[in-house]
């Protein structure tokens, strides 16, 4: 009689142990893997940021400006609402994106024109963070502007320094006239690097910064943010503020000397 052979219900619960034992060591160690990978890309992103405003400044002999006043277009510069991240498209290898956007009218909103809502809808993937797991655009109607969708969000917010409160609501109703800002992005105005009184190595000019998804754009740590890849810039907090990146590990920050600063959770 031929012998036919198997293995006890035990053996197969001790392979099955033996297996999940594996699994849980290796799965966490891969998930590691691809959030270190993550945070590198996350930091590249910055860098190029930063070169990419560096060459804005070796040809315009200053920074790009901050932002201008979300009510500009009423009181004041033409190309109100536009950001930094706008003016830096061009040394981004997205000069036909640039080329397609009218200034002299707001990004978004009752000034927005059928050009202006196509470029604030793209979605470009040096403005992102792989870790962000926020909606790459407004998606419904609290994270709306003026009840535009689909504006592409940012995971990386210019720095403009100590501010005196909010700007303005969505609206666009002034919460302070005039706000007071030391920082390399600013309202309205450019900075030369002559103008930073510490130094490239010691000014903070753009770091990471979490999708919290509220209806105020101008925001800082005791409010709310909203960051937009073409439109307006937010505020950070203070120096004893939280700043929420979108890792684990803690939030990049980048100088204008174009080194990176990893800031702890």
Known sequence: MKRTFGFTLVELLVVIAIIGVLVGLLLPAVQAAREAARRMQCSNNIKQLALAAHNYESTHKRFPIGFTDFLSTNSGP??????????????????????????????????????????????????????????????????????????????????????????????????????????????????????????????????????????????????????FVLGNIVNTGGVNCQNRGVSNNGSHLHLRSTRKKLNGP
């Open 78 to 227: 033409a190309d109100g609402g536009w950001s930094w991240a706008a003016r830096l498209l061009p040394f981004m290898e997205q000069n036909a994106l640039f080329q397609s956007i009218d200034m002299a009218r707001h990004p978004y909103g009752a000034f927005s024109t059928p050009n202006n809502a196509a470029a604030c809808s793209v979605v470009l993937s040096g403005f992102r963070c792989p870790s962000d797991i926020s909606p790459t655009t407004t998606a419904n109607n609290a994270t709306n502007v003026n009840g535009i969708a689909n504006i592409a969000v940012s995971s990386y917010a210019g720095v403009i320094g100590p501010f005196d409160g909010d700007m303005c609501d969505i609206s666009g109703t002034a919460m302070i006239p005039a706000p007071r800002s030391t920082g390399p992005m600013v309202v309205n105005q450019t900075r030369k690097i002559g103008d930073l009184s510490d130094g490239t190595s010691n000014t903070f000019l753009i770091g990471e910064i979490s999708w919290r998804p509220t209806i105020t754009i101008a925001g800082d740590t005791h409010g709310s943010v909203r960051q």
